[in-house]
């Protein structure tokens, strides 16, 4: 079992990032410190351990995977790009191998849009995701975030900073509460085509939500 949330960031800093990022879709992988720190402090309010957590925008993973190691239930990947599976599955194969953990059966693959999957609320679950920061896909950011809702009551998320005052909004507007944020700094490799510096950073701020009734 991962005993720390730095073992975490070094394991999720292991995995197989996009190999051909989409652009369109802001495909960016999200760092592994970041990544480390939402999951940690969804573990240590048990909002992780033996739930049905939804990993929305999956990518190749590192969110739902992370889930897994600390002790999600089931974790259901959702993304929209059936190309990235055969890196989320060497992701998952990664996982096996590193901690001798069993997780036939405990996660399942959906390729759909999260906004039109059609996915009903269920109690124990809890949404996890990095979602596009809708620079590219406007509005991508509030799609997510109603998507969510509709899925969850408690989801953990990432923006970018200079959008919390939108993420407040939408929390007012949806009956959820803001329990915790944390802000941190978010290496962005170029691996996307229009990023013009080599590694350029952005402020992005961890949330925490809950829906209030
Ligand atoms: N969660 C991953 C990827 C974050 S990038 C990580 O943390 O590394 C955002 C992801 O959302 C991309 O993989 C993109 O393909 C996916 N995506 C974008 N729009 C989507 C939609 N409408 N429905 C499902 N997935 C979508």
């Known amino acids: 079992m991962v005993r720390s949330r730095k073992d975490l960031a070094v394991f999720l800093s292991k995995l197989t990032t996009f190999p051909k990022p989409n652009q369109q879709l802001e495909q960016y992988s999200t760092d592994s410190e970041a990544a480390a720190k939402l999951l940690w402090q969804a573990y240590l309010s ?13 990518g190749t993973g590192i969110l739902g995977i992370g889930a897994l190691l600390l002790g999600a239930a089931h974790v259901e990947f959702i993304e929209i790009d059936a190309t990235v599976y055969t890196t989320l599955k060497e992701n998952l194969a990664i996982l096996e191998a590193n901690w001798e953990l069993e997780i036939a059966g405990k996660w399942t693959f959906t390729n759909n849009n ?22 590219q896909m406007k509005h991508a950011d ?71 009734e």
């Open 46 to 58: 048990n909002n992780i351990t033996d739930k049905y957590v939804i990993d929305l925008g999956a």
């Open 114 to 135: 999260v906004s039109t999957c059609g996915k009903t609320l269920r109690e124990d679950a809890v949404v996890v995701m990095n979602p596009p920061f809708g620079t």
């Open 142 to 212: 509030k799609t997510f975030l109603t998507a969510a809702t509709k899925m969850a009551p408690i989801i953990y998320t990432m923006h970018k900073t200079s959008t919390r005052n939108f993420v407040q909004a939408f929390t007012a507007d949806h009956k959820l509460i803001i329990t915790w944020q944390e802000d941190v700094l978010f290496p962005l490799k170029n691996t996307l085509g229009h990023h013009k510096k080599r590694l350029e950073r952005i402020q992005v701020t961890l949330f925490g939500l809950e829906q209030t």
